[in-house]
């Protein structure tokens, strides 16, 4: 079964760091482009990076520089690495994969990161 597990989430203190993790069973990274993607209660899901199957990132304007995004295609792993964590990034973080041949995605079941101040 195709499906995405994640790992990481947690509680941190402001200023702290953590790292998600996300697993893909039955898949080949290298035929996805993947994203990590975050929701807060009464907000609309919000787009934190992306990356191609080319390599090429993308972040949102307010992770950029403390975030990043990366995977290890042998692993069929994506990772987040979140630095200097503050109180506007507490959320759900999903991870996404989307096949690039077909379109099929798939998604993470959304870890939990608070930050405590």
């Known amino acids: 079964q195709v499906q995405l597990v994640e790992s990481g989430g947690g509680l941190v203190q402001a200023g702290g760091s953590l790292r998600l993790s996300c697993v893909g069973s039955?898949?080949?990274?290298?035929?996805?482009?993947i994203a990590w993607y975050r929701r807060t209660p009464g907000k609309e899901r919000e787009l934190v990076a992306s990356?191609?199957?080319?390599?090429?990132?993308v972040y949102a304007n307010s992770v950029k520089g403390r975030f990043t995004i990366s995977k290890d295609s042998a692993k069929n792993t994506m990772y987040l690495q979140m630095e200097s964590l503050n109180p506007a990034d507490p959320a759900d973080y999903y991870c996404?994969?989307?096949?690039?041949?077909?379109?099929?995605?798939?998604w993470g079941q959304g870890p939990q990161v608070t930050v405590h101040s």
């Open positions: 996404h994969a989307v096949h690039a041949a077909s379109g099929f995605d798939h």
């Open positions: 039955q898949m080949n990274f290298n035929l996805y482009s």
């Open positions: 990356l191609s199957r080319s390599g090429s990132a």
